[in-house]
C-alpha cells in the first residue's frame, strides 16, 4: 500500500502526536533519501505501519482488520486462489453468518482487484484494510506443512553425501539445499519457534523446533543432505564452511512476511557429524512494556523507581533462557531518548536498540566484557548496560560505574534475587559498595502461558493438591488471605482479566484450587492443539531498603535477606506464578516446573 505524502502528513497531524515543527525533520529527510514519506515515517519509528494503516483505514472509511495468519482456515482462505491472492494482496480471513466472504487488502484503493474479487467471489464481499505484513504472512499460509514442502524440494535431484566434497552449486541461491534452507526457517518463524535445532544422526538428520520453551520434532531429513546444509547455512553466517572440527557462531539476516528476523547461528561437532542451533529474534519487533511481560502491583514500582535513578545498579538473574535480555531490552527501550547516552557490551548482541551504541564481545580480538565495560566508561555514557558479570573484575567495573554517576544494568546467573546480593560478596565486591549500589533486583522464570480460546477450570488429582498445599502452605488461613489479596491486585494489574474477578473469598485450599485452569487435552487451532500459546514471566523484585542494606554490610545469609524481604511485601517467583495460575495465565505445573518449589 502506498500512501501520498500529503495524506501521510494530514493522518500525523490528525493523530495529535506531531506539530509541524516534528513533521518538518521528516520532509526534510523524505528530500534527502528520496523515499517517500510514508516510509521515512516508519524507518524513524515516528509511527508504526500498523499505527499508520489504522488511520489511513479511518480517513478512507474502510474497516481496519488484524489477525493471526497462522489462526486462518484453509478452506475460506483458499476461497481465493493463492496465484490471484498474491497478485493482488488480497485475502479472505472469515466468512460471516450472512455468508459475506470477509477480505482483507493491503490496498484498498486497487479498483483492478476489487472489481476481479467481485467477479471471483460475488457481490457478497466485505472489504477490510490490513498492514502489508499481515497479508504477506496470510499469503505464506497457502503453503503446506513442512513436511509436505520439503518432500518436493528434496524430490528435486539432490545427491549430495555429507562424505563427499560440496559444490558451489550445490549450495547456490536458487539450489534445492537453499530452498531446503529458506523453508525450514520460514517454518521455524511461522510457528513462532526461539531456536531452530539442525541434528545429525546416525541414518538421518532430524529438524527440532523450540516452541514456548518446548522442542518439538518436526521432520526427519535424509542423511546424505547434511554437508550441503550445514555449508548453506555457513555461507549465509559468513563461517568457515571447510572447518569442522571447531565451534563456529555467525550471523545473518532473513525477511519473512514483510517482517526482518536475525539469526544467530552456533555450529557444534558431535560424534554423528555437524549440528547446528539457529536462535530467531525478530528485529522488526517493538519492545513489550512491563505490564505485558507480565508485572504488576509492588514489583512493578518498584522497577519503575528504580530505573529513574540518575545512577546505581540493577540487576536481573535467572538460568539461560528465563528471559532476562528480553526484559533489559524493554527497560532500555523505556528510557532510550535523544538526551541520554546508553551504551552496552553484550555477548551476543540480541536485540538491536535505536540510537543505543552497543558493542559485541569479542575475545579473539581482546574485546571482553571487561575491557568492553573501561571503554564505554571513556564514552560519556549515561546509562550503561553489561551482558553478564562473570567475574570479580567486570563486577569491580560495573560497581565503580555506578558509583560514579552512571546508572547500570546487568545480568547474573544465580536461582533467585536474594541470592545475587552474596553471588557479588562472593566476586569480592566490598558489602558496603553493594549496599550503596544496587537498587533492584529482578529474580525471573518464563512458564507457558495457556491458550485464552480454550484453557477450561478443572480440580487437580490429590496428589497435586497435597504438593500444592506444602509447597505454598495453603493449609494456613493467612495465606489464603493474602494470595486473595494478591488475585486481586494482579486483577487491577491487567493480569488475566478475561479469567473474570475473583468470586470469593479464599478462604481454604479447596477453594484456592477450584481457581485453577489446565490446558485443554485436545487444545484447538489457536493453540495448534499444544494448549499453550506464548509464554509470560514470573518475578519477584527484591528492593534494597534500608534493612536489606544492613543485612548485606553484616554478611547475612541469601536466606535470611530472603525472608526479611518477603515481611516487607516481596511477592516470590513461585506466588507470582501461582496468582497467574489462579488469573488463567499458566498452570500451577508450569510454575512448578520452572520454579522446583518442593
Known amino acids: 500500500m502506498r500512501i501520498s505524502d500529503a495524506i501521510v502528513e494530514k493522518l500525523l497531524k490528525a493523530s495529535g502526536k506531531f506539530s509541524d515543527e516534528q513533521i518538518k525533520p521528516l520532509r526534510e ?37 488484524e489477525f493471526s495468519p ?24 472469515s466468512v460471516d453468518e450472512g455468508g459475506n466472504r470477509l477480505i482483507a487488502l493491503e490496498d484498498p484503493d486497487d479498483i483492478q482487484a476489487i472489481n476481479f474479487l467481485r467477479k471471483e467471489l460475488g457481490a457478497n464481499i466485505k472489504l477490510h484494510i490490513a498492514t502489508e505484513s499481515v497479508i504477506q504472512g496470510a499469503l505464506d499460509q497457502y503453503r503446506g506443512n513442512i513436511s509436505s514442502e520439503l518432500t518436493k524440494v528434496i524430490s528435486s535431484d539432490v545427491s549430495t553425501d555429507d562424505e563427499e566434497e560440496i559444490t558451489e552449486d550445490e549450495v547456490a541461491e536458487d539450489s ?54 550445514v555449508s ?86 535467572g538460568p539461560t533462557g528465563s528471559g532476562k535480555s528480553t526484559t533489559l531490552f524493554s527497560v532500555l527501550s523505556m528510557l532510550n531518548s535523544p538526551t541520554v547516552n546508553i551504551s552496552t557490551v553484550e555477548d551476543p548482541v540480541e536485540y538491536r536498540i535505536f540510537g543505543a551504541n552497543q558493542v559485541q564481545v569479542n ?25 553478564e558479570i562473570r567475574d570479580g573484575e567486570t563486577a569491580q567495573l560495573a560497581v565503580q560505574a555506578a558509583l560514579t554517576g552512571h546508572l547500570v544494568f546487568s545480568t547474573l546467573h544465580t536461582n533467585n534475587a536474594a541470592t545475587c546480593l552474596p553471588r557479588l560478596l562472593d566476586m569480592k565486591i566490598e558489602p558496603f559498595l553493594i549496599a550503596s549500589t544496587v537498587r533492584a533486583v529482578v ?15 478443572y480440580m487437580p488429582p490429590d496428589a497435586t493438591m497435597q504438593r500444592l498445599a506444602s509447597s ?71 528492593d534494597n531498603t534500608s534493612n536489606i542494606q544492613k543485612m548485606i554490610v553484616t554478611n547475612d545469609t541469601s536466606e535470611n535477606i530472603q525472608n526479611t524481604a518477603i515481611e516487607g ?29 518442593e
Open 443 to 457: 529474580g525471573q522464570r518464563l512458564v507457558r502461558r495457556l491458550c485464552i480460546d480454550c484453557r477450561q477450570k
Open 232 to 317: 548453506r547455512i555457513k555461507i549465509l553466517s559468513n563461517l568457515k564452511i571447510d572447518e569442522h572440527r571447531a565451534p563456529q557462531d555467525g550471523r545473518f539476516k532473513v525477511e519473512v512476511s514483510g517482517l526482518v528476523y536475525a539469526l544467530r547461528v552456533s555450529t557444534l561437532p558431535i560424534v554423528d557429524g555437524e549440528k547446528v542451533v539457529m536462535r530467531i529474534l525478530n528485529e522488526s519487533s517493538k519492545p513489550s512494556t512491563l505490564e505485558e511481560l507480565g508485572f504488576w502491583g509492588a514489583a512493578l514500582k518498584i522497577i519503575q523507581q528504580s530505573i529513574i535513578q540518575p545512577h546505581g545498579m540493577v540487576l536481573v538473574t
Open 29 to 65: 529527510q523524505e528530500k534527502t533519501e528520496k523515499k517517500p514519506l510514508q516510509d521515512i515515517v516508519i524507518k524513524n519509528n515516528a509511527m508504526t505501519e500498523k499505527e499508520l494503516t489504522k488511520l489511513y483505514a479511518e480517513e478512507i472509511e474502510i474497516p481496519y482488520i
Open 472 to 542: 505454598f502452605h495453603l493449609d494456613k488461613p493467612a495465606v489464603m488471605k493474602y494470595l486473595h489479596e494478591l488475585e486481586g491486585q494482579a486483577l487491577e494489574g491487567g493480569i488475566g482479566k478475561a479469567a473474570g474477578k475473583p468470586d470469593t473469598e479464599l478462604a481454604s485450599t479447596e477453594q484456592a484450587i477450584k481457581h485453577l485452569w489446565q490446558a485443554h487435552p485436545d487444545g484447538c487451532d489457536t493453540c495448534n492443539h499444544t494448549g499453550y500459546r506464548g509464554r509470560i514471566g514470573i518475578y519477584e523484585v527484591l
Open 70 to 93: 497462522r489462526e486462518l482456515s484453509h478452506e475460506i482462505l483458499k476461497l481465493i486462489p493463492e496465484r490471484i491472492a498474491r497478485q493482488y494482496k488480497a485475502v479472505v480471513f
Open 363 to 387: 575475545p579473539m580480538a581482546g574485546m571482553t566484557f571487561t575491557n568492553g565495560l573501561r571503554a564505554l566508561l571513556r564514552q560519556d555514557p549515561n546509562i550503561i548496560m553489561v551482558g
Open 176 to 229: 534445492p539445499i537453499a530452498q531446503t534452507v529458506n523453508l525450514i526457517i520460514e517454518y521455524g518463524v511461522n510457528s513462532g519457534a526461539s531456536d531452530i535445532h539442525i541434528e545429525p544422526r546416525e541414518g538421518y538428520v532430524v529438524i527440532r523446533y523450540r516452541v514456548d520453551g518446548v522442542l518439538r520434532e518436526a521432520n526427519k531429513l535424509p542423511r546424505k543432505l547434511l554437508g550441503a546444509l
Open 569 to 597: 511485601g516481596m511477592v516470590t517467583m513461585q506466588i507470582d506464578g501461582l496468582v497467574k495460575a489462579l488469573r488463567g495465565q499458566t498452570t500451577v505445573e508450569e510454575v512448578l516446573r520452572v520454579t522446583s518449589v
